[in-house]
Nanobody, 128 residues
């Protein structure tokens, strides 16, 4: 029912920046929290960041807090992940995802099971 397409990944040196975008189909984008996850080789998929339906609240995993910024433009059906001060350990496939529920009140703690729709992912590689 919803399709998510990530873009903006690539190769960057440590300390550099990338901006990921996730374009969503449908007219109900603004009703759902959106999230970013990542998966590195040999590791489980990891929560990175989330933003609530209005964009007024955000949450981050501790390892990216103060470096990454999640934002959204509901008029464009797009969510972004600005990644600054990138580290080699940030190397992973990054996925965007849409919440299963509309107008979630709190996005302080969200897990993979909270999200029902996933994009195909975009590769981010950070060299040292």
């Amino acid at each position: 029912q919803v399709q998510l397409v990530e873009s903006g990944g690539g190769l960057v040196q440590a300390g550099g920046s990338l901006r990921l975008s996730c374009a969503a189909s449908g007219r109900t984008f603004s009703a759902y929290a959106m999230g970013w996850f990542r998966q590195a080789p040999g590791k489980d998929r990891e929560f990175v960041a989330a933003i609530n339906w209005s964009g007024g609240r955000t949450s981050y995993v501790d390892s990216v807090k103060e470096r990454f910024i999640i934002s959204r433009d509901n008029a464009k059906n797009t969510v972004y992940l600005q990644m600054n001060s990138l580290k080699p350990e940030d190397t992973a496939v990054y996925y965007c995802a849409r919440d299963r529920s509309q107008y979630r009140r709190s996005i302080t703690i969200m897990v993979q099971a909270d999200f029902g729709s996933w994009g195909q992912g975009t590769q981010v590689t950070v060299s040292s």
